[in-house]
Every structure is written in structure tokens, then in C-alpha cells.
């Protein structure tokens, strides 16, 4: 990427900025519960040597479990 | 001593309720972590309930930093690119393709969505609705009343909203053409009169002007429906929410006020002059964009 464009991303599940300088990107919604077809993913943070985010895929795959629920939240995504 | 932990330790998890962190954490040290998790829990619950106060359906899901999403497409979700880059290692997540050095990890699948402002101006009353990053509490005379996240896409369960809108000069807004039970004055249809008379109407002439071009001395009006453009209203925005209380959801009531005629969405049920026209149920947000997502964007990933 060009020096101008963001190298680091941040993820959660908060609409705030984990400190200044962050730019809000987008936002989008996942599920809260597993429903049928769904993959477990899990927002890390790493703080050294600098704060950015890595988005953490399980495969967990449940078709029987929490069925019906459609249940949604919000994921933030910022830049730096 | 270690086995008798291990002992009550499950029972004391079940009791008190606690989540798998706080079980090893009473592991190693008994009682005070327990107690902290439960406070913590309950402090982040009553706040989350005292910011979605008219929220349906449950509790709002947590701020928990794991979600699930479909790793197989569906209608109404689109595609969302994980990718990684080295030193330091580090991960994306964007709609588009990889570029440069980014590497494609992995596809899922979930909804993507925008947050919309609810404004109010005082005089002339009017309210509109604005998408994220398209409007600003900074514009003379628009005030922010709150936001709420809506879907781009439609998913089963939802329904399509449209955000139509008619430019006036003021004094000359006078009702809405699109209300089958009101005449419009600049329609040349024929109207019945009687059982056995029939006549045209008079030419009623330009007694409005409708511009694409908002000019200073005019205002905006929008009306907000689940009709595509008709009658004079041109389709300005359109989105999709909840059809019935899902959990975490806010119900909104579309209402309609006349003379002059007003559309507005509102947390509580319609009162005196307004009538509620319809509801749709959303993700309340107590500010909009310029307050809680109060930091720079970027357009592009």
C-alpha cells in the first residue's frame, strides 16, 4: 500500500475509537448467536509494537444449536 | 485443597452464574474475581439499558469481541474479505479484493448496514432522514434527534422503507399528492361529481413549483414510506429493516401530520395531530454519526 493509505485496522464492537488518531471506516452486522451455516469468528487485538487488530476464524460449525435466533450486532471497523 | 476447588468450583459457576473466564480466574483466585465479573456484567447491562431504553425484544446482545457469520452466500448478506499482511502481522477486513500486499485469508458472509440521522428542523417543522456521512448536525437549523442502523439489503423478515422527497417554496406545501384520500390540485383527471355528472376539472395551473434543484428560499420535504416514487415524490434513499421485534431492536413509528402534511419517525406511539402510519423495528443509536462515530472516515479500504 502507498504511504497515504491505512496500514492498520481496528475491529469491535463499539461504535468509539480505542484512541485518537483512528479513522472510522465502515460498520457491519453479524450474528450474536450460531444459526445454520455459521463460523465462530473472534476479534484479537495486539498492542505490541503497535495497536492493530487480526480477526480470528473458528471452525465451529453447529447446525442444531441456537436455530431461529436471528439475533445481530454490530462490528466496527477502523483504520490507522 | 486444589481438588476441593475443582470440587464446588462448577457448582459455584452455576450458581453464580459466572462465564468461563471468571471460572479459572476463581481457579486461581477464589471469590474476587467472581464478584468483579458479576458487577462488571450488571453495570454493562444497565448500561446498555439505559441506552436503548425502548429496546424490544430483550436485552441488547453484548460487546462481546466474537460473532458468527455465514461462510456460505445468502441473499440479502454480502461478501466480506479477510486478509492479512506481514510485519507486523496484521489483518483487514473490507468488502473489496486484496491489493498490493494483502493476501486473501478467508470469505464470510454477513449484513451490511448504515447509520441514519434523524433530524427536525423548527420552522418551517420538518424532519428528514439522512445516511451516514451525508448529513451533519452542523447544517443551519438541523438538529439531531438520534440515528439507527438499517440494512443496505433485503433479508426475509425485513422490510423495505423509502426515503422520498418534494422541494417547495415555503407557504406553497400544502398537502400530499400522494394520499389517495386528498385531490391533487394539479392532477387532470376526471373527478366524479355526482352519480350521473361527470366533468373535468378546471386547469388548477402551477400552483406549485417542483425543482430537482434546491434553491436557497426553498425546503426539503420528505416522506417516508414503503412506496417507491409516485405522485410528485421522487425516491431519495431506501433501506430495510425489521418487520417484527427482534432482540436488541428499537420500535420506530412512521407518522403523518396534516396541514400542512409532515412525515416523521418516532419512538413512541403518535399523539394529536400525528397518526402512526406504520412501524419498522431498527438499531437505535442515541446520536448520530457526528457523535458517536466522532472521528474521520475513509471512503475507500
Given at each position: 500500500?502507498?504511504?497515504?493509505?491505512?496500514?492498520?485496522?481496528?475491529?469491535?464492537?463499539s461504535?468509539?475509537?480505542?484512541?485518537?488518531?483512528?479513522?472510522?471506516?465502515?460498520?457491519?452486522?453479524?450474528?450474536?448467536?450460531?444459526?445454520?451455516?455459521?463460523?465462530?469468528?473472534q476479534?484479537?487485538h495486539?498492542?505490541?509494537?503497535?495497536?492493530?487488530?487480526?480477526?480470528?476464524?473458528?471452525?465451529?460449525?453447529?447446525?442444531?444449536r441456537?436455530?431461529?435466533?436471528?439475533?445481530?450486532?454490530?462490528?466496527?471497523?477502523?483504520?490507522? | 485443597?486444589?481438588?476441593?476447588?475443582?470440587?464446588f468450583?462448577p457448582?459455584?459457576?452455576?450458581?453464580?452464574?459466572?462465564?468461563t473466564?471468571?471460572?479459572?480466574?476463581?481457579?486461581?483466585?477464589?471469590?474476587?474475581?467472581?464478584?468483579?465479573?458479576?458487577?462488571m456484567?450488571?453495570?454493562?447491562e444497565?448500561?446498555?439499558?439505559?441506552?436503548?431504553?425502548?429496546?424490544?425484544?430483550?436485552l441488547?446482545p453484548?460487546?462481546?469481541?466474537?460473532?458468527?457469520?455465514?461462510?456460505?452466500?445468502?441473499s440479502?448478506?454480502?461478501?466480506?474479505?479477510?486478509?492479512?499482511?506481514?510485519a507486523?502481522?496484521?489483518?483487514?477486513?473490507?468488502y473489496?479484493?486484496?491489493v498490493?500486499?494483502?493476501?486473501?485469508?478467508?470469505?464470510m458472509?454477513?449484513?451490511?448496514?448504515?447509520?441514519?440521522?434523524?433530524?427536525?428542523y423548527p420552522?418551517?417543522?420538518?424532519?428528514?432522514?439522512?445516511p451516514?456521512?451525508?448529513?451533519?448536525?452542523t447544517?443551519?437549523?438541523?438538529?439531531?434527534?438520534?440515528?439507527?442502523?438499517?440494512?443496505?439489503?433485503p433479508?426475509?423478515?425485513?422490510?423495505?422503507?423509502?426515503?422520498?422527497?418534494?422541494v417547495?417554496?415555503?407557504?406553497?406545501?400544502?398537502?400530499?399528492?400522494?394520499?389517495?384520500?386528498?385531490?391533487?390540485p394539479?392532477?387532470?383527471?376526471?373527478?366524479?361529481?355526482s352519480k350521473?355528472?361527470?366533468?373535468?376539472?378546471?386547469?388548477?395551473?402551477?400552483?406549485?413549483?417542483?425543482?430537482?434543484?434546491?434553491?436557497?428560499?426553498?425546503?426539503?420535504?420528505?416522506?417516508?414510506?414503503?412506496?417507491?416514487?409516485h405522485?410528485?415524490?421522487?425516491?431519495?434513499?431506501?433501506?430495510?429493516?425489521?418487520?417484527?421485534?427482534?432482540?436488541?431492536?428499537?420500535?420506530?413509528?412512521?407518522?403523518?401530520?396534516?396541514?400542512?402534511?409532515?412525515?416523521?419517525?418516532?419512538?413512541?406511539?403518535?399523539?394529536?395531530?400525528?397518526?402512526?402510519?406504520?412501524?419498522?423495528?431498527?438499531y437505535?443509536?442515541?446520536?448520530?454519526?457526528?457523535?458517536?462515530?466522532?472521528?474521520?472516515?475513509?471512503?475507500?479500504?
Amino acid at each position: 500500500m502507498s504511504g497515504e493509505k491505512p496500514q492498520r485496522y481496528f475491529f469491535s464492537t463499539s461504535d468509539t475509537p480505542p484512541e485518537d488518531g483512528w479513522a472510522y471506516c465502515y460498520s457491519f452486522f453479524g450474528l450474536s448467536h450460531p444459526t445454520k451455516d455459521t463460523h465462530l469468528f473472534q476479534i484479537q487485538h495486539k498492542r505490541d509494537p503497535c495497536l492493530r487488530s487480526k480477526l480470528v476464524r473458528t471452525l465451529l460449525v453447529d447446525r442444531n444449536r441456537g436455530l431461529g435466533t436471528m439475533v445481530v450486532l454490530s462490528i466496527a471497523v477502523g483504520c490507522l | 485443597m486444589v481438588w476441593v476447588r475443582w470440587l464446588f468450583c462448577p457448582l459455584l459457576s452455576v450458581v453464580f452464574d459466572v462465564c468461563t473466564h471468571c471460572y479459572f480466574l476463581f481457579f486461581l483466585v477464589p471469590g474476587v474475581h467472581v464478584h468483579d465479573c458479576l458487577h462488571m456484567q450488571l453495570h454493562t447491562e444497565s448500561k446498555l439499558v439505559d441506552n436503548h431504553k425502548k429496546v424490544v425484544g430483550g436485552l441488547p446482545p453484548n460487546n462481546s469481541l466474537e460473532f458468527f457469520a455465514r461462510y456460505a452466500p445468502q441473499s440479502g448478506l454480502v461478501q466480506i474479505n479477510c486478509q492479512d499482511m506481514q510485519a507486523p502481522d496484521r489483518h483487514k477486513i473490507t468488502y473489496k479484493p486484496p491489493v498490493g500486499y494483502w493476501f486473501q485469508k478467508y470469505q464470510m458472509f454477513a449484513f451490511a448496514c448504515t447509520l441514519w440521522n434523524v433530524q427536525e428542523y423548527p420552522e418551517p417543522h420538518n424532519f428528514r432522514v439522512m445516511p451516514q456521512g451525508q448529513s451533519s448536525t452542523t447544517d443551519p437549523g438541523w438538529e439531531q434527534c438520534y440515528a439507527f442502523w438499517a440494512f443496505d439489503k433485503p433479508y426475509p423478515g425485513m422490510i423495505r422503507i423509502t426515503v422520498l422527497q418534494q422541494v417547495f417554496h415555503p407557504g406553497q406545501y400544502s398537502g400530499d399528492f400522494g394520499d389517495p384520500k386528498q385531490h391533487d390540485p394539479k392532477s387532470y383527471t376526471k373527478k366524479k361529481k355526482s352519480k350521473h355528472h361527470v366533468e373535468e376539472d378546471k386547469d388548477p395551473g402551477p400552483i406549485m413549483l417542483k425543482l430537482r434543484q434546491v434553491n436557497a428560499d426553498q425546503f426539503m420535504y420528505q416522506k417516508f414510506s414503503q412506496d417507491g416514487l409516485h405522485s410528485g415524490w421522487d425516491l431519495l434513499y431506501d433501506f430495510y429493516a425489521w418487520s417484527m421485534p427482534i432482540r436488541g431492536t428499537t420500535r420506530f413509528y412512521v407518522q403523518i401530520a396534516r396541514n400542512p402534511t409532515r412525515y416523521r419517525m418516532d419512538l413512541d406511539r403518535a399523539l394529536p395531530p400525528w397518526k402512526d402510519v406504520f412501524t419498522f423495528y431498527a438499531y437505535l443509536v442515541d446520536f448520530g454519526d457526528e457523535h458517536l462515530l466522532n472521528f474521520p472516515r475513509v471512503t475507500s479500504l
